[in-house]
C-alpha cells in the first residue's frame, strides 16, 4: 500500500487521505487494520491509526466493516491467530478484501486449531490475499467452505502446522449449484503431506466463470477420489479455466493423479498444467468431459529424471 506523501513521520493518520491498493483494486471504502499486540506494527499504529479502525483480531475488523461499501482489511506483518472451531473465520461481510502485508515469515499467520476448525465464506464479493494458514488438527474436512460468489483467494499458503494435521481438502467449494460462481483461486501455495487428503480444491456443485490458476500443490492424495483438483460427474462447469498449476502427487496407485472434470457438457479450458504423480502404469493425469472442456498443453511425468510429456495424447485432424 502506498501512503500519501503529504503525511508527516509520526502524525495521526488521516484516513481520508490514504491511497493505495487493496486486495481488489484502490480502496474505496474504509480501511480497518489487524495487528496483534507486542508486535511493531501494532505500536506504530496505534498512535496514527482511530482505535475503532484498529483491531487484535480478523474477526474484530469484520464486524467493524459494512457490507457492499468496498471495505479493506490490512492485516499487518507478523500477527499471528489461533483460530478453533467451525466458521472461527466467517467472511461474511460482502465485497470487503482482506490483504495481508509482509513476505514469507512475517506473512500473517493462522493456526486453524481444534477438531471443527474452518473458514467458512458466506458473503459475496469478498477476497484474501497473502496470508498464511496452516492446520493444527488431524484430518480436517476442509480448510475453507466457499458457498458465496466472487470470491477470490489469491497468493496465499495453505499448509500443516506438523506433518500430523492436515485438512483432507484446502478449498471445498459449493453446497447448491452456482452459489460459488465467479470464484478465483490463484497463486496459491498448497502443501500437504499426509496420505488421508482426497483433494486439494473440490467443486461439488454446478458453476460459472471459476478461475483456478498458477497454484503450487503439493501433497500426498491417497484417499478417493485422488485428483487434487477435482469436480465430480454430473456437476457442470460452465466458462471453467484451470490453467498453469504445477501439480506434485506422491500418491502410488492407479488414479487421477492430477486434474479431473468429468462432465461430457461442460465448456471451458484446461491448458498448460504440470502434473507429477508416482504411478508408473496406471496413473490418469488429465480427465475431461468427452465432448466438453478442451485441453491444450498440459504436461505429465511420473519420475524425476525424465522431463513430462503431453497429456491427454495429441489428438489427430479429421
Not at 469484520?62 to 467472511?91: F, K, M, N, Q, W
Not at 458465496?148 to 492436515?166: P, Q, S, Y
Not at 475431461?288 to 491427454?312: H, Q, V
Request: aromatic letters at 8%; charged letters at 15%; proline letters at 4%.
Amino acid at each position: 500500500m502506498i501512503f500519501n506523501r503529504n503525511i508527516a513521520p509520526g502524525a495521526a493518520i488521516d484516513l481520508s487521505k490514504i491511497q493505495g491498493m487493496g486486495a481488489d483494486g484502490p480502496f474505496i471504502g474504509e480501511v480497518h487494520y489487524v495487528a496483534k499486540s507486542g508486535i511493531q506494527a501494532r505500536t506504530w499504529l496505534g498512535g496514527r491509526v482511530p482505535g475503532d479502525h484498529l483491531h487484535k483480531t480478523l474477526d474484530a475488523a469484520l464486524a467493524s466493516c459494512v457490507a457492499s461499501r468496498g471495505d479493506t482489511i490490512i492485516v499487518a506483518p507478523y500477527h499471528t491467530e489461533t483460530i478453533t472451531g467451525a466458521g472461527g473465520i466467517t467472511l461474511d461481510k460482502a465485497g470487503v478484501s482482506i490483504r495481508g502485508l509482509g513476505r514469507y515469515d512475517a506473512r500473517p499467520t493462522f493456526l486453524m486449531d481444534g477438531a471443527l476448525c474452518s473458514m467458512l465464506v458466506t458473503s459475496a464479493d469478498m477476497g484474501l490475499d497473502n496470508c498464511v494458514f496452516n492446520s493444527g488438527h488431524a484430518d480436517l474436512a476442509y480448510f475453507a467452505l466457499v458457498t458465496a460468489k466472487g470470491f477470490h483467494f489469491t497468493n496465499n499458503r495453505v499448509g500443516e502446522n506438523v506433518a500430523t494435521e492436515n485438512f483432507k481438502i484446502s478449498i471445498s467449494a459449493g453446497a447448491a449449484d452456482n452459489d460459488h460462481d465467479g470464484l478465483l483461486v490463484a497463486g496459491n501455495d498448497f502443501v500437504s503431506v499426509d496420505a488421508a487428503n482426497t483433494g486439494c480444491v473440490v467443486l461439488n456443485k454446478d458453476n460459472q466463470d471459476v478461475k483456478i490458476l498458477d497454484n503450487n500443490i503439493l501433497g500426498n492424495f491417497g484417499a478417493s477420489p485422488y485428483a487434487p483438483i477435482l469436480m465430480p460427474d454430473d456437476e457442470i462447469p460452465v466458462n471453467i479455466e484451470i490453467a498453469y498449476n504445477k501439480i506434485h502427487n506422491q500418491h502410488n496407485a492407479n488414479a487421477v493423479v492430477g486434474i479431473s472434470v468429468l462432465e461430457a457438457v461442460g465448456t471451458g479450458t484446461i491448458h498448460h498444467n504440470l502434473a507429477y504423480g508416482l504411478d508408473v502404469a496406471g496413473a490418469t493425469p488429465f480427465l475431461c468431459g468427452a465432448t466438453g472442456i478442451a485441453c491444450f498443453e498440459n504436461y505429465y511425468i511420473f519420475e524425476g529424471t525424465t522431463s513430462a510429456y503431453l497429456m491427454p495424447t495429441v489428438g489427430t485432424p479429421a
